[in-house]
């Protein structure tokens, strides 16, 4: 393996575990998962708003500002909360 070769290769690496980490600090800032918060499915953080409604809801056409309005709800939050994930699925 050239050098060359080896510096990219290690130069994705650290991209890539970076990536994963603000990834990760993205969702920890944004889901709980709490066995007495709707018996542990996830929701974001400091609501009751499950995740899996959160999906729902945009397979059924909400966009994001539709659902902060409707549920009370931070769009940004929302936003992070899927860019998180998002970062998370690319790593």
Avoid: Y
């Avoid at 890539?16 to 944004?30: C, F, G, H, Y």
């Avoid at 966009?63 to 709800?73: I, M, N, T």
Wanted: charged share 25%; hydrophobic share 40%; net charge negative.
């Amino acid at each position: 393996m050239s050098l060359d070769t080896q510096q990219n290769s290690t130069s994705r690496a650290t991209w890539i575990a970076e990536r994963s980490k603000q990834a990760m600090v993205m969702l920890r800032d944004t889901v709980v998962i709490d066995p007495d918060i709707r018996n542990g499915v996830p929701v974001l953080k400091g609501t009751r708003f499950t995740i899996p409604q959160l999906f729902a809801e945009i397979a059924d056409g909400r966009s994001v500002d539709q659902l902060a309005r409707a549920f009370s709800l931070d769009v940004e939050q929302i936003r992070d909360f899927l860019h998180g994930l998002a970062n998370h699925l690319d790593s």
